[in-house]
């Protein structure tokens, strides 16, 4: 499908890509992956058309359409609503709607000679799926955590984040050939993330996915492009496979450059011995052909290893058993609409947490609170004896002074009465030599002004880190490097993030954020999935109680008894069931007739026929057929789980 044929891309004197060739197959499922700034974004814009190439091709072959997300979206009008503005995102849609619209004006204004184009352009709509384009537009947007009060609201009124969820939404519901997504999770929430994942499985196109995030990595995608020191190499596998691998080459490139380094080492210390005795002066200019030949093919090892780092933190403060406790409590920004309420929760020492929930639901606000940055409106917010916090918050990058050195910039940080040989230490503890010290912090890499954020923090020395979305800037090696120091970390951890793999990997318990309240988990993050995946299921039997012991066994009477009172419990939930299937069936084979007898008008029309009229009853039928069918699967799976506890 792609055949990118020796591309070189050059913004300046920066060598972007050189000489790249590699080919995406149809139906393939590629990940991009690579340190940030090494070119993959230029990738895709390559393919879109939007940046040229210095030299080479890319041969697009089949002409597939192509769906991919715009940095900056905004409103055709003011008054655009979300949902106009994701059903817009189609291609074609709009306008196939608009021409069926005008050739049924024509059809009721007598002209049959027409009848024919409307049937051509009616079946492209079919085909392009306009009748469920709506329904699956809602699906989209329910998904990426819209309710469904916000579908007729202007699209000029949501936020930037939101904004790209939209944009993210209109390009999944339009179910193009070729997808092609950077990194689509960086405004998402966990849930968000889980929906995302789930319904790219069902993707059937040639996706192409540039992401950090290992979950959707390791879920969606069976081959890698690494973009990496001006090249792309493919790999053909998954990510597990990826990693393995790329160590092996590493490897041979790495012996490769120590011989070529030795080697080039030895010709120039005869040229540098030999070019000023004439009778040397011939194989001294031989011998320096040879370096500039070497020059001109030098192997370049990948960014990734040139400019990794190390992130040791230090041992922590003593501190009280208990951490913080909240009562409670609520929180307000207007007085009048609570973005916290009622929260009631506890962290002990050693706790790694991971708060998660929808965003907008208050867990940057509840982070503030603990730093002290906030204070709730009612309710109790305790930190414990000794806790000293250290918060990084989402805009940590924004925070670090980019004219100011990596020194001078931690030089800032240090509290009253440490030394210069500590300071130097820390320094050194989070990978900063003395060629990075003086660095300006504004060329730092992402994972470089992490390792600079968090030495900021601990030179605080604090026993409580309150961490909002920390692998944000972060490549997979930058997320690896700081979820292997959490780990190891010993001291008291909250945080939140949209990697799974990273809240996987380092929490040990999980506080979640819901509409209706908050609920904690004593276990990781696979327990919590676990947990709410019971509970999300109907409770057809209560538990056995637990204060009952092992070796009491209850007699057949109180059997017989237990499983009526279980009967009679359900009894009411079983009848309200059969009755919303019941209805269900019976609104189904109704809406099928309708839709038949639709459908049959605009196959056989007639003089009279109104086409706009009979295709907006269309598209109105099988949305009501869609909506019955999500209805009746519901009650239906219900109740045949009550019914299966019943006997």
């Known amino acids: 499908m792609l055949d ?21 197959n149809k139906g393939e499922r590629v990940g991009v992956v690579g340190p940030n700034g090494s070119g993959k974004s230029t990738l895709f814009k390559i393919i879109l058309g939007e940046l040229s190439t210095d030299h080479g091709e890319l041969v697009i072959e089949e002409k597939p359409t192509i769906g991919s997300t715009r940095q900056h979206p905004e409103p055709d009008t003011p008054e655009e609503t979300l949902l106009e503005y994701a059903i817009r995102g189609v291609p074609g849609f709009c306008e196939l709607e608009a021409k069926m619209k005008t050739l049924e004006a024509r059809l009721d204004a007598g002209e049959t000679a027409v009848l024919k184009e409307y049937g051509e352009v009616q079946t492209e709509f079919e085909h392009l799926g306009g009748y469920d384009l709506e329904t699956r537009v809602k699906v989209a947007l329910g998904g990426l955590g819209f309710s469904v ?13 939101w904004r790209m969820r939209a944009e993210l939404s209109r390009v999944l519901a339009s179910e193009p050939d070729l997808l092609l997504l950077d990194e689509p999770s960086n405004y998402l929430d966990l849930p968000a993330v889980e929906w995302l994942q789930r319904y790219l499985k069902l993707y059937r196109g040639t996706l192409m996915l540039i992401s950090h995030d290992r979950y959707l990595l390791k879920s969606l995608t069976d081959i890698i492009v690494e973009v990496d020191a001006g090249t792309c190499t493919r790999y053909e596998g998954d990510l597990d496979w990826y990693m393995r691998e790329r160590e092996v080459r590493y490897q041979h490139l790495l012996a490769a450059k120590e011989n070529q380094d030795r080697h080039r080492e030895q010709l120039q210390r005869f040229v540098d011995r030999f070019r000023a005795q004439a009778t040397k002066a011939a194989q001294a200019q031989s011998r320096q052909k040879l370096i500039d030949k070497i020059d001109e093919q030098k192997i370049v090892l990948p ?14 403060p003593p501190s009280g058993v208990e951490m913080f406790r909240c009562e409670n409590l609520c929180f307000s920004y207007d007085g009048t609409r609570n973005v916290l309420h009622d929260v009631t929760f506890n962290i002990s020492r050693g706790d790694k947490v991971a708060l998660i929930g929808y965003n907008g639901l208050g867990k940057t606000t509840l982070m503030r609170i603990i730093a002290g940055a906030r204070q709730p409106t009612s309710g109790k917010a305790v ?8 918060y990084l918050s989402q805009e940590f990058a924004e925070t670090i002074p980019p004219d100011l050195s990596v020194y001078r910039n931690a030089k800032n940080a240090i509290p009253p009465g440490m030394n210069e040989k500590n300071f130097r230490n820390q320094l050194g503890a989070f990978g900063f030599d003395e060629n990075d010290v003086e660095k300006p912090a504004g060329v730092l890499s992402g994972g470089e002004k992490i390792r600079l954020a968090f030495l900021r923090l601990f030179l605080q020395c604090p026993n409580f880190l309150l961490l909002d979305e920390p692998t944000t800037h972060l490549d997979l090696d930058g997320r690896r490097l700081l979820q292997d120091a959490l780990q190891k970390y010993k001291g008291t951890v909250l945080l939140v993030s949209h ?15 819901t509409r209706e309240g908050v609920r904690s988990f004593p276990g990781d993050y696979d327990y919590y999935c676990e947990k709410t995946a019971q509970q999300e299921r109907p409770a057809a039997v209560s538990a056995p109680a ?18 009526a009172a279980e009967r009679a419990k359900i009894a009411p939930r079983v009848k309200e069931l059969k009755k919303r299937v019941e209805t269900a069936e019976r609104k189904l084979e109704e809406l099928q007739a309708a839709l038949d007898k639709a459908s049959e008008e605009l196959f056989n029309p007639k003089p009279t026929t109104d086409f706009a009229e009979a295709n907006r009853q269309v598209r109105t039928i099988q949305f009501e057929i869609d909506r019955y069918t999500a209805d009746w699967e519901e009650a239906a799976t219900e109740l045949e789980t009550l019914t299966a506890a019943k006997e």
């Open 149 to 161: 009060e916000e579908f007729a609201k202007p699209f000029a009124s949501f936020s930037g984040g």
């Open 303 to 316: 960014k990734r290893y040139t400019r990794s780092g190390r992130l040791r933190l230090a041992e922590p």
């Open 4 to 24: 990118f044929r020796d591309i070189s891309v050059h913004y300046g004197l920066q060598d972007v890509l050189t000489d790249v060739s590699f080919r995406v």
């Open 383 to 390: 930190l414990g004896h000794n806790v000293v916090c250290g």
């Open 546 to 563: 637990q204060s009952v012991a092992a070796s009491a066994k209850p007699t057949s009477k109180e059997l017989r008894q237990q499983r």
């Open 499 to 513: 990697d799974i793999e990273f809240v996987r990997a380092v929490a040990t318990s999980i506080i979640e954020i």
